[in-house]
């Protein structure tokens, strides 16, 4: 079987399971609805972790059910995604550019540990990349590692999120 069909089958048993009714412009599903689909799924392959399942980064990447029924997921909180009748994704302009080589500034072997975002980024502060792409100094950093959250109202299809 392959992976495509897989992923159809495995999402269509989630909404079959939790009797989501995919012509709604609107459904709720929390990532316990998901794990627990696990306990009656009969096939070989049983990966039914909701952060990977969820991850759609483009319209592309929806699995073949939610392409049929035009449905896209939105994670609305943690743990809670919102199967939606809307377009969510939208084309990005492609700008091509020369890269930046990055010298180190400084004599840390710690700015060489690592590829994360959080690693690059700290490369890019003290460096002074971002000083030059922001045009000021920063003075303070870092201060933004880690996962944070934002809070804002939402309207899909008059539905307040």
Request: net charge positive; glycine share 4%; aromatic share 8%.
């Amino acid at each position: 079987m392959s992976n495509e069909k897989k992923c159809y089958c495995i999402w269509s048993h989630i909404i079959n399971t939790n009797n989501i009714d995919l012509t709604k412009s609107f459904s709720t599903l929390t990532s316990q609805d998901i794990k627990k689909c696990k306990q009656t799924w009969k096939w070989k392959q049983n990966q039914f972790e909701p952060r990977l399942l969820c991850k759609m980064d483009n319209s592309k990447s929806r699995p073949q059910i939610f392409m049929d029924n035009n449905i896209c997921i939105l994670s609305i909180k943690n743990g809670t995604y919102a199967l939606i009748k809307e377009n969510i994704y939208i084309p990005l302009i492609k700008y091509h550019s020369v890269g930046n080589i990055i010298h180190n500034q400084h004599d840390s072997l710690i700015l060489d540990i690592g590829e994360s975002e959080t690693n690059l980024l700290d490369k890019l502060k003290y460096n002074k990349i971002l000083d030059d792409i922001i045009g000021e100094k920063i003075k303070y950093g870092p201060l933004l590692g880690g996962r944070h959250r934002c809070h804002f109202n939402t309207i899909i299809n008059s539905q307040h999120i």
